[in-house]
């Protein structure tokens, strides 16, 4: 009977795994069929005097430094600046490598220093479909990503009705040379028909933030959609939760018919005045129940493994190894900011502000006996490792864009511009199996 039903939680755990697979070998599918597409990116920032307010931080440019971290060395990059008028800061070119990544993310930090004028779309617009003209590569895909703040405003008096019959001249231009315009704004003042305008006059799309915090991961999401235009697995994993609030529910059930079962017992035990024997039974449950927890529970209470990391586009850089055992913590924090204290590892060279956290989320009674007898009886719900970047992060798994997701052993992505790769330890080595199991 033990085999039987020790079979049927591995029939119910594999019935899961392959609905997740099934929807990634579809994803899968389509990847192999060729290399993610070469494109064309022209990023235009607003630079007006504005930005003083509603990105004091410079946000902007951590998401922009962030963006060109993740574009492939196959890819061409310009970047313009604009206020009350255009400036091209770096002029369309190859990505290449490393270095040419690092000098692009300066040469943008200098021009970011001082915000001041008004808001002039036009030019800027003008300006970047020049920049793409000159790329003559008709496979590469040719992107105008536009940020602002606010509305056209040329010279402080609101955008005149000739100067928007302008803009939009300008914008069906962009749309019959096939240049698309993904335009993200954030303010609590933006009027957002424009910017949906000029997007879907030219098959973008548009993204508004409440603030500059979540400019990162809007960027984010642009590329990952032009690198690999996927659905999500969002569908498929309310699925999946759905399935284990079932489980859960009849699980209760049999522990609800196990406690009226031991109540019965005790209650013979109070008829007959054995109160004494009742009270040392209890603490040998519970002594009984701790012990369970340091043996079976304890050990997935903490982060274990270690995390393999280098640079990205560092060609034959060394592979460095952060392990985690010696910690025995719940989270281990990896933190690019040279400044934060409590973080367990600090990388260098890196002018990024976030931490990637990794910790452990399990189910916690409010006592640990009775974790620990709910390991013994496979009561307890499987604990999981969390991949995490804390705010203005993301990282990039599998082309991608995440802030949060489980993480298995073998699990690869890339965040601040560097590569990890996480890998478990003993038997949580299987992906998918560092989890809280009870008696093996």
């Not at 029939?11 to 899968?28: E, G, P």
């Not at 010696?326 to 900011?337: R, V």
């Amino acid at each position: 009977m033990y085999k039987l039903k020790k079979v049927k939680y591995y029939v119910i755990f594999l019935v899961i795994i392959a609905v997740v697979f099934s929807m990634s070998s579809v994803i899968a599918e389509t990847q192999v069929q060729g290399n993610p597409p070469t494109i064309a990116v022209t990023l235009v920032i607003d630079n007006s005097g504005s930005m003083a307010e509603t990105d004091p931080q410079k946000l902007r440019e951590t998401a922009a430094h962030i963006f060109i971290d993740q574009l492939s060395p196959e890819d061409y990059l310009g970047i313009i600046t604009f206020n009350s008028k255009e400036e091209v800061i770096l002029p369309i070119q190859q990505v290449k490598d490393l270095e040419n990544k690092n000098e692009f993310k300066k040469i943008l930090s200098s021009k970011l220093e001082k915000v001041r004028g008004d808001t002039d779309y036009l030019a800027a617009l003008d300006t970047a479909g020049k920049q793409l003209d000159s790329i003559e590569n008709g496979n590469i895909k040719k992107v105008i990503l536009f940020l602002t703040d606010g509305d056209p405003d040329p010279d402080g008096k609101g955008a005149s009705r000739e100067y928007m019959d302008s803009l939009k001249e300008s914008v069906n231009s962009l749309a019959m040379r096939k240049y698309y315009v993904y335009s993200v704004g954030f303010s609590n003042n933006l009027n957002s028909d424009v910017l949906s305008e000029i997007s879907e006059n030219t098959q973008g799309k548009m993204k508004i933030s409440e603030n500059p915090e979540k400019i990162a991961l809007n960027f984010g999401e642009i590329l990952a959609e032009l690198k690999n235009p996927q659905g999500s697995l969002k569908e498929q994993i309310d699925k999946s939760k759905v399935a284990a609030s079932d489980l859960n529910k009849n699980t209760k059930e049999s522990i609800k018919s196990e406690r009226y079962a031991e109540g019965t017992f005790r209650s013979a035990y109070i008829f007959l005045g054995l109160i004494g024997l009742f009270v040392m039974a209890a603490l040998f449950m519970i002594l009984l129940g701790w012990a369970f927890y340091k043996i079976y529970v304890y050990k997935y209470t903490i982060v274990t493994g270690k995390l393999l990391y280098r640079r990205q586009c560092g060609g034959l850089s060394s592979q460095n190894t952060l392990n985690f055992e010696h910690f025995k913590k719940e989270k281990i924090i990896i933190t690019f900011d040279e400044n934060k204290s409590e973080a367990q590892y600090r990388l260098p060279n890196t002018e990024y502000k976030y931490d990637i956290e990794i910790y452990v989320d399990r189910e916690k009674s409010k006592w640990k006996f009775v974790d620990g007898w709910k390991a013994v009886l496979r009561r307890g719900k499987p604990s999981e490792i969390i991949l995490k970047a804390t705010k203005p992060g993301i990282f990039i798994y599998e082309d991608k864009v995440y802030s949060k997701k489980k993480l298995y052993s073998y699990d690869k992505f890339t965040s601040g511009g560097y590569e990890f790769e996480y890998q478990a330890e003993g038997k949580d080595k299987k992906k998918g199996k560092n989890v809280l199991e009870g008696i093996s």
